[in-house]
């Protein structure tokens, strides 16, 4: 069964710039987490959804926000961007059932720099 | 809310060494614990876990025990390999909060 995948792999965008990054879930998941890694913040939760339903969002300002498609597929889009959101991003799945206690598989990580 | 401590370290061990990391919860509710790895340049990579009080998790040769009364889920390996050398992340989710919460991470780094 194919992993979490995430593209791109590697961005550079210039600060004030928008950016769409996209995560495709393994087959039959349909619960999406995302999370930004930064070496001084570690890894925070940005957010969760299932069934297009976002159920949970993590403490980051409004130009943070993402989306679930009816393929499970999710989008996450970061606007007016900042040196600060320079991160690794990663894509989590699980779940086929909603059970959010089930295990998160990751991606490899959208790695961020802004310039 | 849920919060994870893990020993940060870094932690440098020679080969075939007895290893350790910490890890300490906080939590409503009962949670699920994880202990993930990351490898230079990679994503997360589930290393095991633990779903209910006194189960163990194993995989690889490490282990970890769900500890309830003393919310812990110590990671242990009897004997490393340079291949371990990696960031360890101890995690936690409840089912009233549908996110993971993840300690600082340790890195560990095993020596030939």
């Known amino acids: 069964k194919a992993g979490v995948t995430q593209t791109p792999r590697y961005l550079i965008k210039t600060r004030g710039q928008q950016v769409t990054l996209s995560c495709s879930p393994i087959?039959?998941?349909?619960?999406v987490s995302w999370y930004q890694q930064t070496p001084g913040q570690g890894l925070q939760f940005l957010f969760e959804y299932f069934s297009e339903t976002q159920r949970n969002k993590g403490n980051f300002p409004g130009r943070f926000s993402g989306r679930q498609f009816s393929n499970s597929r999710s989008e996450m889009n970061v606007s007016t961007l900042e040196l600060g959101d320079s991160a690794l991003y990663l894509c989590?799945?699980?779940?086929?059932?909603?059970?959010?206690?089930?295990?998160?598989?990751f991606g490899p990580g959208t790695r961020l720099t802004v310039l | 809310g849920n919060s994870v401590t893990q020993m940060e370290g870094p932690v440098t061990l020679s080969e075939e060494a007895f290893l350790t990391i910490n890890c300490t919860y906080t939590?409503?509710?009962?949670?699920?614990l994880f202990w993930y790895v990351q490898y230079p340049g990679e994503g997360l990579q589930l290393l095991l876990k633990?779903?209910?009080?006194?189960d163990k998790g194993s995989n690889k040769g490490f282990e970890a025990t769900y500890r309830k009364e003393t919310t812990s889920f110590h990671l242990e390996k009897g004997s490393v390999q340079v291949s371990d050398s990696a960031v360890y992340f101890c995690?936690?989710?409840?089912?009233?909060?549908?996110?993971?919460?993840f300690g600082a991470g340790t890195t560990v780094t095993v020596r030939a």
């Open positions: 989590a799945s699980s779940t086929p059932t909603g059970d959010i206690t089930d295990t998160q598989y």
């Open positions: 995690a936690l989710i409840s089912s009233n909060d549908y996110k993971l919460s």
């Open positions: 939590a409503t509710g009962y949670p699920s």
């Open positions: 633990a779903t209910k009080a006194d």
């Open positions: 087959s039959g998941h349909r619960s």
